[in-house]
T-cell receptor, first 109, second 114 residues
Framework: GIQVEQSPPDLILQEGANSTLRCNFS?????LQWFHQNPWGQLINLFY?????KQNGRLSATTVATERYSLLYISSSQTTDSGVYFC???????????WGAGTKLIIKP | EADIYQTPRYLVIGTGKKITLECSQT?????MYWYQQDPGMELHLIHY???????EKGDLSSESTVSRIRTEHFPLTLESARPSHTSQYLC?????????????FGPGTRLLVL
């Protein structure tokens, strides 16, 4: 099956800093999504981005499907951005989501 | 905002007990999913459903069972809980849209089996 790798596994930043999270996947996919899981466990969909670039406030994402990677950018980080960021790709064979191991982000005040 | 609910939020139970984790959604979504997630780790799909009377096993082998008698309700049952079942269980639902579907997640049930 598809392998999804996220980097870095952990990231600690000061409030106001910018960050880039990466997601690599091993095969062609139907789509790719980025999720944020807050410290209380709630998962929220951030982007549905099979290709191209999207922006939502301080967050933006770019997927280069031909090179099998996606990047999530967080600008001017706030403490509320802390949590785990997951990348999930939809397999072409059975349409199921395969999840990466996540990037744990800690924003210090 | 997604309207998907899970109960209980936390459960501590002894080995051998039968438990049912509830999941309900008020969005009328056909597709529903159960994931298992150990703390800080990736999600693993254990069951999914495309609609009423449809249930399928996911990638991760699980001793749990599910049922889908009503569109809005997708309970997960463990007939005999074991310490290895200790984990967080996340329920999700989705409806195909343009572009493709987005999954909405419930708050999760944290299960501890003693």
């Amino acid at each position: 099956g598809i392998q999804v790798e996220q980097s870095p596994p952990d990231l600690i930043l000061q409030e106001g800093a910018n960050s880039t999270l990466r997601c690599n996947f091993s095969d062609s996919v139907n789509n790719l999504q980025w999720f944020h899981q807050n410290p209380w466990g709630q998962l929220i969909n951030l982007f549905y981005i099979p290709s191209g670039t999207k922006q939502n406030g301080r967050l933006s994402a770019t997927t280069v499907a031909t090179e099998r990677y996606s990047l999530l950018y967080i600008s001017s980080s706030q403490t509320t951005d802390s949590g785990v960021y997951f990348c999930a790709v939809e397999q072409r064979s059975n349409y199921q989501l395969i999840w990466g191991a996540g990037t744990k982000l800690i924003i210090k005040p | 905002e997604a309207d998907i609910y899970q109960t209980p939020r936390y459960l501590v139970i002894g080995t051998g007990k039968k438990i049912t984790l509830e999941c309900s959604q008020t969005m009328g979504h056909d597709k529903m999913y159960w994931y298992q997630q150990d703390p800080g780790m990736e999600l693993h799909l254990i069951h999914y459903s495309y609609g009423v009377n449809s249930t399928e096993k996911g990638d991760l082998s699980s001793e749990s069972t599910v049922s889908r008698i009503r569109t809005e309700h997708f309970p997960l049952t463990l007939e005999s809980a074991r310490p290895s079942h200790t984990s967080q269980y996340l329920c999700a639902s989705s409806e195909p849209t343009q572009p493709r579907e987005t999954q909405y997640f419930g708050p999760g049930t944290r299960l501890l089996v003693l």
